[in-house]
């Protein structure tokens, strides 16, 4: 029952900005990790950035001084803002979200249906 909407994504110059968020629904948890994940054509689906309930953040190597993740736990949302993109940074985006109930609970995984990023040169 629970669903992740990605909203966003566009059509961008090499050099400029987009911001994407991520809304989940459907559950009165708080995900204990959410992020972003993208996969570019031809490619496996790669990490971009984390960012745990507490707020600590981890970004991929190539993102690093580009991209800054967040999210607000009262709406259970996740945002990723994007800057500097390059036409490299071209992929689909996904959203992602996991769930431990309890302390002996397995993680539960969830993904949202991704929206495109497409950045030209």
């Known amino acids: 029952q629970v669903q992740l909407v990605e909203s966003g994504g566009g059509l961008v110059q090499a050099g400029g900005s987009l911001r994407l968020t991520c809304a989940a629904s459907g559950t009165i948890f708080t995900f204990n990790d959410m992020g972003w994940y993208r996969q570019a054509p031809g490619k496996q689906r790669e990490l971009v950035a984390s960012?745990?309930?507490?707020?600590?953040?981890n970004y991929a190597n190539s993102m690093k001084g580009r991209f800054t993740i967040s999210r607000d736990n009262a709406k259970n949302t996740v945002s990723l803002q994007m800057n500097s993109l390059e036409p490299e940074d071209t992929a689909v985006y996904f959203c992602n979200a996991v769930l431990i109930l309890g302390q002996f609970g397995p993680p539960l995984n969830y993904w949202g249906q991704g929206t495109q990023v497409t950045v030209s040169s």
């Open positions: 960012i745990t309930s507490g707020g600590s953040s």
